[in-house]
C-alpha cells in the first residue's frame, strides 16, 4: 500500500506538507472525501480525507479540537483543497498536527479527488493482489519444506531461505532459542516478534523486514498459525513419551526391569553416557510445575525419566550441567537437586535413588543449588548427621515398611530392631519377642520383599542398621 512521503512524491498531484511530516511514514488504506463537520464518524482507520474546508470550524480551539477528533479516529492524514470563502488554516491546528505527528497536505482547489481516491485504491488493491501472492507462496513453501525435511530446525532453515529471512523460536519464560537462528544476527538487527498462539509459550522472530515477502499484517501471523500446529503436535508427542518414561521409572523402582536390561530402552530416548537419578526439592517459584516439565527447551533432543512423590521430584538423565542448571531456573530460585553417582548395573537403581535423596538431605543444610552425592563427606557413610539426612535414610530403608504397617499388625520395624541388636540370632530374637522362629522367619521375609534387601546379609545388616539409628535420631524408634 501507498504511503504519505509517496503521495507527496507524486508530481500530478501537487501536494505539499504543511504539518506533520514526521508521520510521513503513515499507510493508507482508503480514500474518503467529505465535508461535514464531523468526518470522524464517517472514517475508518487508514483513511486518507480529503475536504475543501467546507466543515472546518473557523475559530483556533474549535480546530484543534477537531483536528484531535480526527486523529483519534485513526485517520492516516489530512487533504485540504480549499475552495474560495473556507476557513484558514490557523496555526494552532498546524502545531497541533506536529505535536501529533499527524500529516495535513495542502493542495490546489483544481486537484481531482477522483484522482487521488483512484491512485490510493489501486495501491490497496496491488497490496491484497501481492498479499495473495505472498499466501501463495508462503503455503508453497511451507509444503515443499514438509517434504524436504522432518525435523522442524531444519524446515525453519528452509523456509527462510526460500524467503529471504532469517526465523527463530523463543521460549517467553526462560527466554531460550528453541531453534535459533540459521544465520548469526548482529545486535543492529532488532527482528519483528509476533507470539506463537497455543499451549507452546514461544515467540517467533523474524530477521530481513525488506524481503518482499513480508508483511507485517500478514505473513508472521500466518506463519505463526502454522508453526503453532507443528509445535502443538511436538508437545503431545513429548507428552506420549513422558508417560512412557514414567512407567519405565516405575517398573526400574520395583524391580519388574534391571537398568541393565533397560538401556536400549534409555538410549532410544537420548539417555547415553553416564547417566545419574537426581531429587529434586522445586521452590515453587516458577510459574510452570512438574506437570510440563519435559516441556523444557533443553529436553527437546533428549527424554528423561521422570517420577515425584508428595515432597520430591525424580529424573534419570545424562550427568550435564546444562540439564541440571536448566531445572534450577524452571523450578525457580531456591531449588536444590540432589545427585547420585552414575547408574551402573552394579550400584543399581534403588541405590541410585537413595543416593540421589541422601544428597538432597544433606544440601538442605547448605547454600548451594545442587550437590553431587561423590561429593560428601566420606563420613557421611557412616551414618546421616543432620535430621534431613536421617529422615531421608528413614524414608528410603523404611518407608514401605512404615505404610505396611499403617494397614497391618506386625511389627517389622520392632523385629528387625531387636533381630540386628543381638546379632541376628534367630533364637535369642524370637524369645525377645516371644514369637516362635518360623513366624520371625517369615517377618523378615516380608522385610526383604518390601524393601529389595535382605537383613541377614552383611550389606544389609549394615544399611539397616544406619538406617534404624536414623530412625531413633527423629523418634520413629525408641531404644
Request: glycine share 6%; hydrophobic share 40%.
Amino acid at each position: 500500500m501507498i504511503t504519505i512521503d509517496e503521495l507527496v512524491k507524486n508530481n500530478n498531484l501537487g501536494l505539499t506538507f504543511k504539518s506533520g511530516r514526521s508521520g510521513g511514514k503513515r499507510i493508507v488504506k482508503w480514500a474518503h472525501a467529505v465535508d461535514l463537520p464531523d468526518p470522524w464518524h464517517w472514517i475508518s482507520p487508514g483513511t486518507l480525507v480529503m475536504t475543501t474546508g467546507g466543515g472546518l470550524p473557523t475559530e483556533p480551539i474549535e480546530q484543534v479540537e477537531w483536528l484531535r477528533q480526527l486523529s483519534e479516529a485513526q485517520a492516516s492524514a489530512l487533504v485540504i483543497a480549499p475552495r474560495d470563502f473556507a476557513p484558514s488554516i490557523t496555526q494552532e491546528m498546524l502545531d497541533e498536527a506536529s505535536d501529533l505527528g499527524f500529516p495535513i497536505l495542502g493542495a490546489s482547489f483544481d486537484l481531482e479527488f477522483l484522482r487521488l481516491a483512484r491512485l490510493v485504491i489501486e495501491s490497496v488493491l496491488q497490496a491484497q493482489r501481492d498479499r495473495f501472492d505472498a499466501g501463495n507462496k508462503l503455503f508453497q513453501v511451507y509444503t515443499d519444506a514438509l517434504w524436504e525435511s522432518s525435523q522442524l530446525d531444519e524446515r525453519l532453515h528452509i523456509i527462510g531461505q526460500k524467503l529471504s529471512l532469517n526465523l527463530q523460536i523463543l521460549d517467553n519464560e526462560t527466554l531460550t532459542p528453541i531453534f535459533n537462528f540459521s544465520s548469526p544476527v548482529s545486535k543492529e538487527n532488532i527482528p519483528y516478534s509476533v507470539k506463537i498462539p497455543g499451549r507452546t509459550q514461544t515467540t517467533l522472530n523474524i530477521i530481513n523486514k525488506e524481503s518482499r515477502f513480508f508483511d507485517e499484517t500478514f505473513l508472521p501471523r500466518i506463519l505463526a498459525g502454522l508453526l503453532s500446529i507443528e509445535l502443538e503436535r511436538e508437545m503431545i508427542d513429548r507428552d506420549g513419551i513422558r508417560e512412557e518414561g514414567e512407567a519405565l521409572f516405575d517398573d526400574l523402582l520395583n524391580g519388574e526391569i534391571e537398568f541393565g536390561a533397560a538401556k536400549i530402552m534409555l538410549e532410544r530416548r537420548g539417555l547415553q553416557g553416564k547417566l545419574v537419578t537426581i531429587a529434586i526439592d522445586p521452590s515453587n517459584k516458577g510459574s510452570r510445575q512438574y506437570t510440563d516439565i519435559h516441556h523444557i527447551p533443553e529436553f527437546y533432543k533428549i527424554y528423561p525419566l521422570f517420577s515425584r512423590d508428595k515432597n520430591r521430584i525424580f529424573a534419570v538423565l545424562p550427568d550435564d550441567s546444562n540439564l541440571l542448571n536448566a531445572l534450577i531456573n524452571y523450578f525457580g530460585k531456591g531449588t536444590k537437586i540432589g545427585i547420585s553417582s552414575p547408574i551402573t548395573a552394579m550400584l543399581g537403581f534403588k541405590e541410585s535413588i537413595f543416593q540421589s535423596c541422601l544428597a538432597l538431605g544433606r544440601i538442605k543444610e547448605s547454600q548451594t543449588d545442587l550437590i553431587y552425592y561423590n561429593h560428601l563427606d566420606l563420613e557421611l557413610a557412616l551414618g546421616p548427621k543432620t535430621v534431613a539426612e536421617a529422615r531421608a535414610v528413614v524414608d528410603h530403608y523404611f518407608g514401605r515398611i512404615l505404610e505396611y504397617e499403617q494397614t497391618n499388625s506386625l511389627p517389622l520395624l520392632k523385629t528387625l530392631a531387636v533381630f540386628l541388636k543381638y546379632d541376628g540370632n534367630w533364637k535369642v530374637t524370637a524369645s525377645k519377642l516371644d514369637i516362635h522362629r518360623q513366624t520371625l522367619v517369615y517377618r523378615l521375609k516380608v522385610i526383604e520383599e518390601l524393601t529389595g534387601i535382605k537383613p541377614t546379609t552383611s550389606l544389609g545388616i549394615t544399611r539397616f542398621w544406619i538406617a534404624l539409628e536414623a530412625a531413633k535420631t527423629i523418634g520413629i524408634l525408641k531404644d
